[in-house]
């Protein structure tokens, strides 16, 4: 019983375990912008580098290593170090059909919102776009290899990654000082792992809703699943060809339409208190160590470049 009593830590000692998980997170922060970054970089200034290799397919080899390794290995330490449970946060909750249904929609529906939103400073700022060319494009051997490991990559890979590190490890870790604050707080660092603002804003609104669903079913399978599925939405929009633009207009207006009903003929039960969530006394904690500190800069650097590297 002992075990899960209330302890009480002083500034002093929440500071050493938020660095203990932030070291693997400044290493996370910089292998993302480098995903997004790297292939400019080394074109511009490195192209020897690539010894003759296609720079977007070694880019992405490149990244589905460093990510497992930093995501899985790194994180996997540091939650040994601050004793986490994750083996906890992997069982498999019960949840209906018509239930997952309602929460991809809803998922898709609030990062698609959001990055409505965020067009709007992509109109206002001008940043570069890290979007690749190749994606959609099936006409070579070469581009079909490329496409599947993006598919890969982006579809399968990162959303694993991204949900064991901030959902599995940060939200479990910050939540031990206050559980709604390790729901925003955890949102906030996932928009810090994105390589633009414009890339933040959907990552944090995206980030808040698979928190409040860690949170609801004390399991990152939901959220791993979720995510999954509004990847491969995202994914599916981008390979349809222009000459049927209508096909994503039609499957968006559909997500938003079950999204909504679904809101209107069900309760989610999401509750979340703000005077958890904005204790000003965790942000300060937070938002004061020194690997938060270095994080915080690592997606400054990402948002200047993101005007001036393709």
Known sequence: MTKYRPQVITTKDAKKQVNRFGSSLVIYIFI??????GIGFLKSYYPQALLGFDPDLVIMVFFIVTLLI?????????SKVLDLDIKDYLRKPKISAKRWITLICLCIGITYLSTAVATFFRFLLHPASGAYAFVGYFTTPLNI???AVYFLLFVLIKPLCDEYVFRGVIQRQLGHYNRYFGVIA?????ALASPSLTDAIPAFFSGWFLALVTYRYHSIIPARRIHIATAFFAWLI?????????IPT????????????????SKLNFHISSSGALNAKLWKTLLSSFTIILSMILFIAGCVLSFFIV
Request: aromatic fraction near 16%.
């Open 186 to 190: 955890s949102a906030f660092l996932y």
């Open 250 to 265: 039609i499957l968006t207006a559909l997500v938003y339409i079950i999204g909504a009903a679904s809101l209107i003929g």
């Open 70 to 78: 930093a995501g899985f290995g790194l994180f996997r330490i540091s």
């Open 238 to 246: 981008a390979v349809i060809p222009d000459r049927f633009v209508i």
């Open 32 to 37: 993302n912008q480098m995903l997004w970054y």
């Open 145 to 147: 290899i490329k496409n």
